[in-house]
């Protein structure tokens, strides 16, 4: 298979660490791409880094946001610059291995519609202790799994936990990920977000570490954020009124579960976020009875 792979790396003031991205996917196995980089207002030198690439490569496009729009509103718009059917994502602060694509190619050979490998989590310094056991907790899960392999009964894996940890290691079909709601509401928390819609498609899995995940005090996870998780609640409950399909929004309501637990995760009282949300009357009466 020789399709072309339209990447797309969002982009905001991540100057230190975007010039590395970038040069992980120029030395990919794999040379059927186009790399779309979509700027969201940076105020850093990551625009004169990025346009210093386009000259040196054809394959690298640049969009420029004339105003910060947030991630969920940058990734909608640069799908509907890819030219592929297929989309894969690189975070400008994450690398890709060299091999990363055309594994990922490889496995859309099998019909699947979501492809995702295991991922390798670095700092640039030493280990950052507040991400090992949710790394921790990541594999407890991936290594239940065969090398590869189509993943039955996904929403089982997204209750326990949310095994795909960053967008770096997804590659989907443009066409179902189009279909998707893009929900500003749930800015932070947008992958998982996205993997609950998408977890009913074919999923495929590649045990193979192809993304080094960069985890560092500037790094979503670990700013102290916690309005993400009441904004995450509230966009699910939306989402959850949208679907028709019973069983669909009955195991739509179990992985919302798991967001319950991740409160305590984070040590966020019930106080903080109404948990109410999840039990909607509307809800459980029109999906439900």
């Known amino acids: 298979m020789d399709e072309k792979i339209s990447i797309l790396m969002p982009s905001y003031n991540y100057a230190s660490y975007i010039r590395e991205a970038i040069e992980s996917v120029i030395k990919q196995t794999y040379t059927n791409w186009e790399l779309i980089i979509i700027d969201d207002a940076s105020t850093d030198s990551s625009l004169g880094i990025i ?15 004339e105003k910060n729009l947030g991630l969920a509103k940058t990734l909608k718009k640069g799908i509907s610059f890819a030219e592929s059917s297929w989309i894969a994502f690189l975070e400008c602060d994450d690398i890709f291995q060299p091999t990363s694509l055309e594994k990922k190619i490889e496995a859309a050979q099998n019909g699947a519609e979501l492809i995702f490998s295991a991922a390798e989590g670095f700092d640039n310094k030493n280990k950052i202790q507040k991400f090992e056991k949710h790394i921790e907790d990541i594999n407890k899960y991936i290594i ?10 996904f929403p089982k894996f997204v209750y326990k936990t949310n095994i795909i940890p960053t967008f770096s290691v997804v590659m989907v079909k443009k066409e179902i990920l189009a279909g998707c709601n893009f929900n500003p509401l749930c800015e932070t928390a947008l992958d998982y977000y996205l993997w609950a ?17 960069r985890l560092h005090n500037d790094s979503y996870l670990n700013r102290k954020q916690y309005s993400w998780l009441r904004k995450f609640l509230f966009s699910i409950s939306i ?24 409160l305590i995760y984070f040590n966020i009282s019930k106080n903080r976020i109404k948990l109410s949300l999840f039990n909607n009357r509307y809800i459980f009466e029109k999906f439900l009875p």
């Open 51 to 65: 346009k210093e690439y386009l000259r040196k490569d054809p394959r690298i496009k640049l969009v420029i946001n």
């Open 144 to 153: 239940k799994l065969d090398k590869s392999m189509f993943i039955e009964g």
């Open 197 to 213: 819609q998408l977890c009913f498609h074919k999923i495929y899995y590649i045990h193979e570490k192809l993304t080094l995940w």
């Open 239 to 262: 989402f959850a009124q949208t679907v028709q399909n019973k069983n669909r929004i009955q195991q739509f309501f179990i992985i919302a579960n798991s967001i319950r637990k991740r």
